[in-house]
């Protein structure tokens, strides 16, 4: 048996593993998983200091054309209490937010024809022409590369996009199949469109999904690494009670923060959320994930009127709280550990 610490040295060195290795340190505990969080979060320092950068979430629709098994806000569920935020209620938002000392506005939604591209040009050049000094991610899911150009032009910074998986199998087993089905062949070639156009591009996948292997969280680390992107956003599956997935198992912690320090070796430039589902499954999770090489939080920017609607998965922490008291609250957790928010754009930086 190998020893890990000599893995983990590896990984920092080589920045990749061969899969029996990745396996090692997905699975680590004990004195083992402390020297790995440890590695992680030193690497981390080594870039980004004891800062955090902050991104201020604005959830403007929770329609979705699309009914992923997993998804609380799938159009399947009819439970769900559908919003549309309008563009005055969005720069509203920014307001808010600005003043709160975010220098980064995610605008995150479902797959939602109702927005058309030139009402969400509207929106990211407004914002653009009133805070010029911050940056804009979109997170609207898959869009024609037209599409995305547009948006691009009209002044959007970056994309999130998350594969969720980098398995055919496994992506067909997460969604459902239907002559329009999602495909990860398509998931993939948008990711690519999007790292052409410049965007500044964010990937990422459920930890624990229903039916995932650890081999696919390697098929992960293989394709983060082909796609070099500048942000992966990782956490742990939660089921909603309202979805095909309802009684499956969450993802574990343990598990969640080992593979978020694998990607801090692998990438140490790389910006890595400490997710509100890490939070949402431990009351201490986002601090966990810093300390395992995190460098970056999203508290929310919407009214808790619209919070208690964008529920992806069971249980969200914050659903009452209005932005002030989200964005204290992730201050003072920050210090306690010996970080500090930045009022940042806090982009990508090449090394
Ligand atoms: S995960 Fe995204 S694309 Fe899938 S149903 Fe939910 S909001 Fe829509």
């Given at each position: 048996m190998k020893n890990l610490n000599n893995i983990i040295t590896e990984l920092k060195l080589q920045k990749n593993l061969l899969r029996e290795d990745f396996k090692l340190l997905l699975t680590a505990n004990g004195e083992e998983q402390k020297s790995l969080h440890k590695t992680a979060r030193e690497t981390s320092q080594e870039v980004f200091s004891n800062k955090i950068y902050m991104r201020g979430l604005i959830e403007f629709t929770n329609y979705c054309k699309n009914d992923c098994y997993y998804c609380g806000i799938r159009k399947?569920?009819?439970?769900?209490?559908?919003?549309?935020?309008?563009?005055?209620?969005?720069?509203?938002?920014?307001?808010?937010?600005?003043?709160?000392?975010?220098?980064?506005?995610?605008?995150?939604?479902?797959?939602?024809?109702?927005?058309?591209?030139?009402?969400l040009c509207d929106i990211v050049k407004s914002i653009k022409c009133d805070y010029s000094d911050c940056a804009?991610?979109?997170?609207?899911?898959?869009?024609?590369?037209?599409?995305?150009?547009?948006?691009?032009?009209?002044?959007?910074?970056?994309?999130?996009?998350?594969q969720e998986t980098s398995n055919a199998e496994h992506y067909l087993?997460?969604?459902?199949?239907?002559?329009?089905?999602?495909?990860?062949?398509?998931?993939?070639?948008?990711?690519?469109?999007?790292?052409?156009?410049?965007?500044?591009?964010?990937?990422?996948?459920?930890?624990?999904?229903?039916?995932?292997?650890?081999?696919?969280i390697i098929d992960d680390f293989a394709f983060i690494k082909e796609l070099?992107?500048?942000?992966?956003?990782?956490?742990p599956f939660i089921p909603h009670s309202k979805t095909p997935f309802a009684n499956e198992l969450q993802g574990g912690l343990g598990l969640t923060l080992n593979?978020?320090?694998?990607?801090?070796?692998?990438?140490?430039?790389?910006?890595?959320?400490?997710?509100?589902?890490?939070g949402t499954i431990d009351s201490s999770g986002r601090e966990m994930g810093v300390l395992a090489g995190a460098n970056v939080v999203m508290p929310n920017l919407s009214p808790p009127k619209f919070r208690e609607k964008y529920l992806l998965y069971d249980n969200k922490i914050c659903v009452g709280d209005g932005p002030s008291r989200c964005s204290n609250c992730i201050r003072g957790r920050m210090k306690k550990i010996g970080y500090e928010i930045v009022e940042s754009r806090g982009d990508y930086v090449e090394i």
């Open positions: 399947s569920n009819a439970e769900a209490s559908r919003y549309r935020m309008t563009k005055a209620e969005i720069l509203e938002r920014c307001k808010s937010g600005y003043e709160l000392g975010f220098r980064t506005f995610v605008l995150q939604g479902g797959e939602d024809p109702y927005y058309t591209d030139e009402m804009i991610t979109l997170s609207l899911g898959e869009r024609s590369y037209e599409s995305l150009k547009l948006l691009r032009v009209a002044g959007a910074d970056r994309y999130l996009l998350r087993s997460l969604h459902p199949q239907s002559p329009n089905s999602m495909t990860l062949a398509s998931r993939q070639k948008c990711l690519f469109a999007l790292k052409e156009l410049g965007y500044q591009l964010g990937c990422g996948f459920m930890v624990g999904s229903p039916n995932q292997t650890l081999d696919h070099d992107p500048a942000m992966v956003g990782i956490g593979a978020l320090a694998i990607l801090r070796l692998m990438k140490p430039n790389l910006l890595l959320p400490a997710t509100t589902a890490l």
